[in-house]
């Protein structure tokens, strides 16, 4: 495992788990250093031993795990490089808007002293389509997968009503705040301190679930998890899997 630290102590540190082809990865760490021109903040890479090792690159924490263990094990294993008291874990496949890191983290200073406690924060999220993602879930329930798989609602997908039945927030929307029970993995901000307390991410998850385990146990502790639809982000899917080829 090689670390190569470039910054001392920022208020932020940004984790991107990476496995598999760096091209988005690469993109995403270049709006990522426009940003921190005005904003400092250290930027690590977590590679999950990729058949491809993502490229030494200036101005980066790049870290190479000896072995492949899955998107939760990445993600502790970039979080315990970090040294910012707040923590942002990014899928590689993301697009950031202007003042992105600045309006999170402010964002979520805001939200935290409005709650007098921890919590984690997430931004709405949408395809390049604009189609949202739905980033706030209800805690998954039996009949949330069974709607989901019962064939003939397959007509009712682009319906509120649809969305509502598997487990969607219907208020997690754009410019709108919520707290849901949960939030979708691909952007992702709570105190360092708070992603600790409760262990990280249980490793026992390959890929899938373990960020609703982990808000599981953030919830437990009393960590609220909210959604701030007023930040928009663009995600195309899938470049953090994590999944051997």
């Not at 940004?14 to 021109?37: A, R």
């Not at 979520?108 to 739905?134: C, D, F, R, V, Y």
């Not at 509502?164 to 301190?193: F, I």
Request: overall charge negative; hydrophobic content about 40%; glycine content about 10%.
């Amino acid at each position: 495992m090689k670390i190569n630290l470039n910054y001392s102590q920022p208020e932020l540190s940004i984790v991107i788990p990476f496995y598999g082809d760096f091209t988005d990865s690469l993109v995403l760490v270049d709006q990522l250093k426009n940003h921190t021109i005005y904003f400092p903040c250290q930027i690590i890479v977590s590679d999950d031993a990729s058949p491809t090792s993502f490229p030494e690159t200036e101005g980066i924490t790049l870290i190479r795990r000896e072995r492949n263990g899955g998107f939760g094990s990445n993600v502790n294993t970039g979080v315990a490089a970090a040294t910012g008291e707040w923590v942002l874990i990014l899928n590689s496949d993301l697009t950031l808007p202007q003042n992105f890191l600045g309006d999170m983290l402010s964002a979520a200073k805001e939200e935290a002293q409005l709650a007098g406690q921890g919590i984690m924060l997430s931004p709405h999220i949408t395809g390049h389509n604009g189609e949202s993602q739905w980033v706030g879930r209800a805690f998954p329930k039996t009949r949330h997968y069974a709607w989901e798989w019962f064939t003939p609602a397959a007509r009712l997908r682009p319906t509120r009503f649809w969305h509502a039945m598997v487990g969607h927030d219907l208020a997690c929307t754009t410019g709108k705040r919520a707290e849901p029970d949960w939030l979708m993995g691909a952007c992702m901000m709570l105190r360092r301190e708070d992603f600790n307390a409760v262990g990280g991410m249980d490793e026992r998850f390959f890929m899938n679930s373990e960020e609703i385990d982990l808000q599981r146990r953030l919830a437990a502790h009393g960590i609220k998890r909210i959604f701030r639809g007023d930040i928009v982000v663009e995600h195309l899917g899938g470049g953090s899997s994590g999944v051997s080829s």
